[in-house]
T-cell receptor
Framework: GAGVSQSPSNKVTEKGKDVELRCDPI?????LYWYRQSLGQGLEFLIY????????KSGLPSDRFSAERTGGSVSTLTIQRTQQEDSAVYLC?????????????FGPGTRLLVL | DQQVKQNSPSLSVQEGRISILNCDYT??????FLWYKKYPAEGPTFLIS?????DKNEDGRFTVFLNKSAKHLSLHIVPSQPGDSAVYFC???????????FGQGTELSVKP
């Protein structure tokens, strides 16, 4: 079956521009997560959607970052006025119901480079 | 404030020998721990997990040990194979919904 997909796979942008990153979770998964991995760092939690509940945005590094999930499926992570420190691999994951003992399945990531 | 730490950025092991990857955590609210494996240019893939009510979980060549009093877990791979060469991340969750807190990763190299 299809796994988590993300697009684009790579994105190069200029400082100050806005970018949108897309995630298609596994069909039927109600929980969706965004993480990022900066160079030489571990994965950093950004935001978590669970069904129709208000998202947990506690990991978003600044108000330039936002995410939405339309129709309980596809999610878009938007970074406004990008900065060079936003350069990272942005990873999306999904799980069946959002319980902490469930396996999260990751997509291949979007590599963002801000020049 | 790094709640999950992997203090060894890299580990090199001979094929057939045991690989031991370590992870420490600080938050006593964590009740579920996972190991993920990551190849370059791919997303992490789930390897093995353990609940805080257990101290050991085994799956084939992979065993995870949890020492709650020391807030320490380890992943043992026996015997190690060249295909095991990857970056291994430990992660923890608990009390905060499903979000995972990851360590920095340990790059394992298994030499033939």
């Amino acid at each position: 079956g299809a796994g988590v997909s993300q697009s684009p796979s790579n994105k190069v942008t200029e400082k100050g521009k806005d970018v949108e990153l897309r995630c298609d979770p596994i069909s039927g998964h109600t929980a969706l997560y965004w993480y990022r991995q900066s160079l030489g760092q571990g994965l950093e939690f950004l935001i978590y959607f669970q069904g129709n509940s208000a998202p947990d945005k506690s990991g978003l590094p600044s108000d330039r970052f936002s995410a939405e999930r339309t129709g309980g499926s596809v999610s878009t992570l938007t970074i406004q006025r990008t900065q060079q420190e936003d350069s990272a691999v942005y990873l999306c994951a999904s799980s069946l119901s959002g319980f902490d003992w469930e396996t999260q399945y990751f997509g291949p990531g979007t590599r963002l480079l801000v020049l | 404030d790094q709640q999950v730490k992997q203090n060894s950025p890299s580990l090199s092991v001979q094929e057939g020998r045991i690989s031991i990857l370590n992870c420490d955590y600080t938050n006593s609210m964590f009740d579920y721990f996972l190991w993920y494996k990551k190849y370059p240019a791919e997303g992490p893939t789930f390897l093995i997990s353990i609940s805080s009510i257990k101290d050991k979980n085994e799956d084939g060549r992979f065993t995870v040990f949890l020492n709650k009093s020391a807030k320490h877990l380890s992943l043992h791979i026996v015997p190690s194979q060249p295909g095991d060469s990857a970056v291994y991340f430990c992660a923890a969750s608990g009390g905060q919904g499903g979000k995972l807190i990851f360590g920095q990763g340990t790059e394992l190299s298994v030499k033939p």
